[in-house]
C-alpha cells in the first residue's frame, strides 16, 4: 500500500514536471510556425534546424558555458560553504551569509547591469570570458546554499580529530569531509548548470559581440514569435539527455550483476 | 580558527562581485538622476504605498508559492530519500531535467495548455468535469512559480534527508513513537537545514521573478520584478529601479531576522 | 557514485568540445577578412540574405540579436557593445542620436537609398535624412475576430465596449497602450501634458476589467486559437493571424494610431563604415528586399517591392494601408524626459483592482 502511494506521488510529480515538456516535443513536428493551430506533421524544423549556423553556435556556447561556470562554481562554492561554517565568527558569518543571499535576492536585471557595469569599468571586454563569469557570479550562491545543510548535518570533530592526529586541512577536507558532503554539492553542481542554461536577463547584459547563448536567440524572437526549429532543438536535447540518463543506468546495472 | 585560508579568499570574491555590484545599486539608489548629486527622492518616491502594495503582493505570492513547493515537494524528497541507490540517482536527475528546457518555452507551453480551449480543459471535460479557468490570475502565477522553483525546494531536502542518522528513527520506534511522532519529532526537525535552504532558493528568485507574472498573470498587475525591469528599462531610469530593489532587499533581509529565531539549531546563523 | 561521476565527465568533455569549437570559429574570423557587427530584432532577417551577403561581398558577419529597443539601449549605451549596424525602431532613433552614438550615412555610398519611397523619408526622428534608411514599417490597429465581433470595427472606442468584456488583449507596454488612448481620446500620443495623461489613465483604468490579458507577442497565438475576440496588435503580427486564421480581419481606427519605422542605423565608433554601408545598400537593392520582406511578413518601404507582391498583400490594409487611413497616425518621439509621467500612469492602471 505505501509503495503504491510513493509511485503513485512519484507519476504526479513527475507528470506535473514533463506535462509542458511534452507539449513543447508535439509543436517540434507541427507544420504551422503558430503555437494554436495544428496544420500537421512535419519534420521540416529539424532540417532547418541543422542548417542553422546561429542556433548551433548558441548551443555550443550554452552547453560551454554551462558545464565550465558549474564546475568552477561548484569548486568554489564548496570552499565558501566550508569557510562559512568552519573558519568565520560569528558575526562574520551572518554577514557573509547575507551578502551570499544579495545574488538571489537582486531581480536579474539588477544583477545583470550592475555586472555589466563592473566589466566595463574595470576594462574587460564583454564576451565568453565575461558571460561565463557572470555565471559563475550567480551560481556560487546556489552551491553554497545546498552544501551548507550538509556540513550543518556533519559531525565537525571528525574533522578537528583528523587534524589532531597530524593530518594536512587539504587531507581531511578531502579524505572526511567531502565524502560526507557529496550529495550537497552534486545537487548544487546539478543547479548551477540548470540556472546556467536558462539564464537570459543576464547573459544578454555581460555577453559581447558574436557571443551568444540559446536563451538570447530564443528571448530575442519573443517579438515576431519563437521559431519552431527552437522547439525542435529542444525536443533533441532532451531525448538526448534522457538517453544519456538511461544508458548510464543500464551500465550501472549491468555492473552489478 | 586559525586555519582561515579559505575564509578571505571568499571575502575578497564577495567583496569584487557582490559588493561593488551592490555599492554601484546603492549609489544609484541615493542619488538624483539628472544631477548626480545626493538625494533621498529615489527612496522617497519608493516607499509610495503603491510600490509598498506591490512589494506585498510579491512577497505573498512568492511566499505562498514557497509554502506550495514545501508541501510538494518534502514527501518527494522523502520518497527519493527511501527508494534504492539506482532508483534515485535516476529520479534526482528526472526532476531536475525539465528544466534544462528554456524557461520561456516551458512558460509558453503552459499558456497553451491552460487557455480556455486548452490540453487541460479537454482533459477535464474528457473526465466530465467542469472546465477550469484559471489562465492570467493568481493561480496560474502560483502554477507557474511551484512549477519553476519546486526542484529547488525537493534536492536540498532529499540531500539532507539521505544520510540521516537512521539509529535516531529507530531509537524513537523502540521507544514506541509511532511514525507519525517519530516524523514529526526526528526526521523533520533533523531536516531543517534542507529545508531552509530550498525555503530561500524559492523564496528568494520567486519575489523578483517577473516574466511568470507577465505571461501567467496577463500583465493585470505588477509584481517588484515587473516594476523594477520597467524602471530599468522601458522607463529607462535607473536610479529609481535601484532605489526600489534596495528597498526591497533591505525589507527581506530584516524580515528574515524574524524567521531566524525559530533557527533553534543555531549554528547555521543563517540571518542575521 | 560511479555512475554520477562518469555522466559528469560525459558533460565536461561535451562542454570543453563546445568550448573548442566555438574557440576555433572565434580564431578563424581573426584573419584579414572584412567583418560586419549586425545588431537586429531576433529572427528579423532571412538568413538566406546574410548568406548570400558574404558571399558577394566577402564581408563576414557577426549578427547578434535584442529582444527590445530598450535592451539594446542599454548595451549600445554603456559601451559594452562594438556594434557596426542596428535595427532599432524611430523613437529609439531619436534616443540614441540624441545622445550622440549615431554615426551620419554618407548616402553616395548607399545608391539604392534613391529606392526609399517618398511618404517613408524625412521622418521626424530624421528629418534630413543622415541617419537612417527604413528597413520596415507598420501600425498599431485592432485585430478582431470576425465571428465574435459582427459590427465594423473602426474606433478604439469598441474596446470599452461590456459587450467584449474578458476578450479583449492589450498590449502590455506603457507606451503603446497609453498611445492609443490618447489617439481615442483625440490627444497626441506623444503628449507629455499630466491632465492628458491622467484622462487617459482613467480610461485605462475604466477599462481594466473588460480586459482579460495584457500581452505583448503572446497574443497572436490566442487570437488565432480563438480565445479573444479583439485585441492591440502591430500590423506584422496581424498579418501573420490572418494568414493562419481566416476569421481573423485588421482594422486601423478612424482616430488614427501608431505608425512605426525600424530602421537601419550606423553606430558611432564604427571600425568598418564602409562594410556597414555597403550591407546598408545592400540590404536595400529590390530584390533583396523583396525576398527579406516574404520571409519577415512585414511591410516594405520600397514601393518597388510592394508592386512586386500578390495582390492580395498589396490589398491588405494590415500590410500596405491606404493613405486615407494614416491621415491621424502619429510616430513615436522619444519621450525620455516624459516616461516618468507615463510610468506612473500605468502603474496605478496596473495596481487597480
Given at each position: ?257 | ?272 | ?89 524611430d ?28 511618404k517613408?523619408?524625412?521622418l521626424d ?12 514599417w507598420g501600425t498599431v490597429g ?14 478604439w ?22 498611445g492609443i488612448?490618447l489617439k481615442?481620446?483625440?490627444?497626441s500620443l506623444n ?44 500590423s ?16 486601423i481606427p478612424k482616430e488614427g494610431t501608431n505608425l512605426w519605422f ?55 490594409i494590415?500590410?500596405?494601408p491606404d493613405a486615407e487611413l494614416l491621415k491621424n497616425a502619429e510616430v513615436f ?21
Amino acid at each position: 500500500m505505501m509503495r503504491f502511494l510513493r509511485h503513485s506521488y512519484t507519476a504526479i510529480i513527475l507528470g506535473f514536471l514533463y506535462l509542458p515538456i511534452f507539449i513543447l516535443i508535439v509543436f517540434s513536428f507541427n507544420a504551422s510556425k503558430s503555437r494554436a493551430v495544428w496544420e500537421g506533421f512535419t519534420l521540416r524544423w529539424y532540417e532547418e534546424l541543422l542548417e542553422s549556423e546561429a542556433i548551433l553556435d548558441a548551443l555550443s556556447y550554452t552547453l560551454s558555458v554551462a558545464v565550465i561556470s558549474s564546475l568552477v562554481a561548484t569548486v568554489i562554492g564548496t570552499l565558501a560553504a566550508f569557510a562559512i561554517y568552519r573558519e568565520m565568527r560569528p558575526f562574520e558569518r551572518k554577514l557573509s551569509m547575507n551578502l551570499t543571499y544579495v545574488p538571489l535576492l537582486n531581480p536579474d536585471i539588477v544583477t545583470g547591469i550592475s555586472l555589466m557595469l563592473l566589466f566595463i569599468f574595470v576594462g574587460m571586454k564583454l564576451g565568453f570570458a565575461s558571460l561565463l563569469l557572470s555565471h559563475v557570479i550567480f551560481n556560487v550562491p546556489y552551491v553554497i546554499l545546498t552544501v551548507l545543510p550538509k556540513l550543518r548535518q556533519f559531525d565537525r570533530n571528525l574533522y578537528d580529530a583528523a587534524l589532531d592526529l597530524g593530518a594536512s586541512p587539504a587531507y581531511a577536507f578531502r579524505r572526511i569531509v567531502l565524502p560526507e558532503i557529496l550529495p550537497g554539492i552534486l545537487t548544487g553542481a546539478l543547479f548551477a548548470f540548470t540556472l546556467s542554461v536558462d539564464d537570459f536577463v543576464i547573459s544578454f547584459f555581460t555577453t559581447g559581440s558574436g557571443v551568444n547563448n540559446l536563451s538570447i536567440l530564443i528571448y530575442s524572437m519573443a517579438r515576431r514569435g519563437i521559431h519552431p526549429t527552437i522547439n525542435a532543438l529542444s525536443t533533441l536535447l532532451f531525448l538526448t539527455v534522457l538517453a544519456l540518463l538511461i544508458a548510464v543506468n543500464m551500465k550501472r546495472g549491468e555492473r552489478k550483476k | 580558527m586559525g586555519r582561515r585560508f579559505l575564509a578571505y579568499p571568499y571575502h575578497l570574491w564577495t567583496a569584487l562581485f557582490t559588493v561593488i555590484p551592490l555599492a554601484l545599486i546603492v549609489y544609484f539608489a541615493f542619488t538624483d538622476r539628472y544631477t548626480a548629486a545626493f538625494t533621498l527622492d529615489n527612496l522617497r518616491q519608493a516607499a509610495q504605498p503603491v510600490y509598498l502594495g506591490v512589494l506585498w503582493h510579491s512577497v505573498w505570492l512568492a511566499g505562498v508559492s514557497t509554502f506550495l513547493c514545501l508541501l510538494a515537494g518534502y514527501p518527494m524528497a522523502m520518497i527519493l530519500a527511501k527508494s534504492g541507490v539506482r532508483y534515485r540517482r535516476m529520479l534526482a536527475m528526472l526532476i531536475v531535467v525539465p528544466m534544462w528546457m528554456n524557461f520561456l518555452l516551458r512558460t509558453y507551453a503552459w499558456m497553451t495548455l491552460l487557455e480556455k480551449n486548452g490540453a487541460v480543459n479537454a482533459l477535464l471535460a474528457f473526465l466530465g468535469l467542469p472546465p477550469i479557468h484559471i489562465l492570467y490570475t493568481d493561480y496560474a502565477v502560483l502554477l507557474g512559480m511551484v512549477y519553476n522553483f519546486l526542484p529547488f525546494m525537493i534536492l536540498p531536502i532529499y540531500s539532507v534527508l539521505m544520510k540521516m542518522d537512521k539509529s535516531l528513527l529507530e531509537a524513537a520506534e523502540d521507544l514506541g513513537a509511532d511514525a507519525w511522532t517519530s516524523f514529526r519529532r526526528v526526521t523533520f526537525p533533523l531536516s531543517l537545514p534542507g529545508v531552509y535552504a530550498g525555503t530561500i532558493m524559492v523564496f528568494m528568485p520567486a519575489v523578483t521573478t517577473f516574466v511568470i507574472s507577465r505571461l501567467l498573470g496577463g500583465g493585470q498587475y505588477m509584481l517588484a520584478g515587473n516594476v523594477i525591469e520597467q524602471q530599468f528599462l522601458a522607463i529607462g531610469n535607473w536610479n529609481f529601479g535601484s532605489a526600489l530593489s534596495v528597498l526591497m532587499m533591505v525589507l527581506i533581509l530584516l524580515s528574515m531576522v524574524g524567521l531566524s529565531r525559530y533557527d533553534k539549531d543555531g549554528s547555521g546563523g543563517y540571518f542575521l | 557514485m560511479n555512475g554520477m561521476r562518469k555522466a559528469f565527465v560525459l558533460l565536461l568533455l561535451c562542454g570543453v568540445l563546445a568550448a573548442l569549437l566555438a574557440g576555433c570559429g572565434g580564431g578563424g574570423q581573426k584573419s584579414a577578412k572584412r567583418e560586419l557587427k549586425v545588431y537586429n530584432w531576433g529572427d528579423y532577417i532571412d538568413p538566406e540574405i546574410l548568406k548570400s551577403f558574404e558571399k558577394e561581398t566577402g564581408i563576414h558577419v557577426i549578427y547578434d540579436t535584442f529582444a527590445t529597443n530598450e535592451d539594446m539601449y542599454v548595451k549600445v549605451k554603456s559601451g559594452g557593445s562594438d556594434y557596426d549596424v542596428a535595427i532599432p525602431s524611430d523613437y529609439m532613433i531619436s534616443r540614441l542620436l540624441r545622445d550622440g552614438l549615431l554615426e551620419k550615412i554618407d548616402f553616395s555610398k548607399v545608391p539604392n537609398y534613391s529606392k526609399i519611397g517618398a511618404k517613408y523619408k524625412n521622418l521626424d526622428f530624421d528629418p534630413k535624412n543622415e541617419y537612417s534608411v527604413p528597413y520596415m514599417w507598420g501600425t498599431v490597429g485592432i485585430a478582431y475576430n470576425k465571428k465574435m465581433v459582427t459590427e465594423p470595427v473602426d474606433s478604439w472606442g469598441i474596446l470599452w465596449d461590456a459587450k467584449y468584456a474578458k476578450q479583449i488583449f492589450m498590449l502590455d507596454s506603457p507606451r503603446d497602450s497609453i498611445g492609443i488612448t490618447l489617439k481615442y481620446l483625440g490627444y497626441s500620443l506623444n503628449t507629455g501634458n499630466e491632465v492628458e495623461l491622467a484622462v487617459a489613465g482613467k480610461k485605462l483604468v475604466e477599462q481594466k476589467p473588460l480586459v482579460l490579458a495584457y500581452l505583448v507577442d503572446e497574443a497572436k497565438d490566442k487570437m488565432i486559437a480563438g480565445e479573444g475576440a479583439l485585441a492591440v496588435v502591430w500590423s506584422g503580427d496581424a498579418m501573420f493571424m490572418m494568414e493562419k486564421n481566416k476569421d481573423i480581419a485588421y482594422a486601423i481606427p478612424k482616430e488614427g494610431t501608431n505608425l512605426w519605422f525600424d530602421s537601419m542605423v550606423i553606430l558611432k565608433g564604427t571600425k568598418h563604415k564602409a562594410e556597414a554601408e555597403e550591407f546598408i545598400n545592400y540590404m536595400t537593392r529590390p530584390d533583396v528586399a523583396k525576398k527579406n520582406v516574404e520571409y519577415i511578413g512585414y511591410a516594405s518601404p520600397i514601393p518597388e517591392v510592394e508592386s512586386k507582391l500578390p495582390e492580395d498583400v498589396r490589398k491588405n490594409i494590415a500590410a500596405y494601408p491606404d493613405a486615407e487611413l494614416l491621415k491621424n497616425a502619429e510616430v513615436f518621439n522619444d519621450l525620455t524626459e516624459n516616461m516618468p509621467k507615463y510610468d506612473k500612469v500605468w502603474t496605478e492602471v496596473k495596481v487597480a483592482q
